[in-house]
C-alpha cells in the first residue's frame, strides 16, 4: 500500500477527534499525522494517499490554516495522488452552507490534478444548502458533533472501509 498520511489541525478538539477514529479505522501503524497549522510542501507531497480534515468555518469558509496553505497547494502538481476529505459542520447553526469546506477543497485539489474520493450520501442530514455537495451526495464525509455526535463513530468506519479499498 502507499504512503497515507492524515492531516488535521492538532489545535482543533472536534477535527483531532474525529482524526483519531480515523486512524483507528484505518489502522494507526499504516497512517502518519501531520499538523495542518505548521505542514509543510514537502511533507504534503510526500505522500501519495491523503485524508484530510477540513471544518467549516463561519458562513462557509476554510479554516485559516488551510486558506493559508491554498497558495502553495495552487502551484502544486498533484497527478498520482488521491485524497479523501472528512469534513465537520453544524447543518442546525448553519444550514446554508453545512459543509462547505469540504467542496472548495476538493475543488482546489480537483484543479491540480488529484483525485478526490470518498464521497457519502446526504441522507440522514438537514440543511438548506451545501458546496459540499454534488451529484446529490457529499464529495467527502459530514460530520455534526454538534447534532449528531452518535452517528460518527459509525460513519468513520464504513468511510474509512469504503476509502481504504480506494488507495493504491
Do not use: C, H
Not at 25 to 46: M, P, R, V, W
Request: proline share 2%; glycine share 8%; charged share 30%.
Amino acid at each position: 500500500m502507499n504512503k497515507t498520511a492524515v492531516i488535521y489541525s492538532f489545535n482543533t478538539k472536534n477535527s483531532a477527534k474525529v482524526a483519531e477514529k480515523v486512524k483507528d479505522a484505518f489502522g494507526k501503524s499504516e497512517i502518519d499525522t501531520l499538523n495542518a497549522e505548521e505542514l509543510t510542501e514537502d511533507q504534503f507531497l510526500a505522500y501519495d494517499n491523503l485524508i484530510l480534515s477540513v471544518p467549516t468555518w463561519f458562513d462557509g469558509e476554510l479554516p485559516n490554516y488551510w486558506d493559508e496553505f491554498v497558495p502553495a497547494i495552487e502551484d502544486m502538481n498533484l497527478k498520482g495522488k488521491t485524497f479523501a476529505i472528512f469534513g465537520l459542520g453544524d447543518q442546525k447553526g448553519y444550514p446554508e452552507n453545512f459543509g462547505d469546506a469540504i467542496g472548495i477543497m476538493t475543488n482546489i485539489l480537483e484543479k491540480q490534478g488529484a483525485k478526490v474520493i470518498g464521497e457519502t450520501s446526504t441522507k440522514g442530514y438537514t440543511y438548506e444548502n451545501s458546496r459540499g455537495v454534488r451529484n446529490n451526495k457529499f464529495v467527502g464525509l459530514m460530520l455534526d458533533a454538534e447534532n449528531q455526535d452518535d452517528l460518527t463513530d459509525e460513519r468513520v468506519k464504513t468511510w474509512v472501509k469504503e476509502i481504504k479499498k480506494k488507495f493504491g
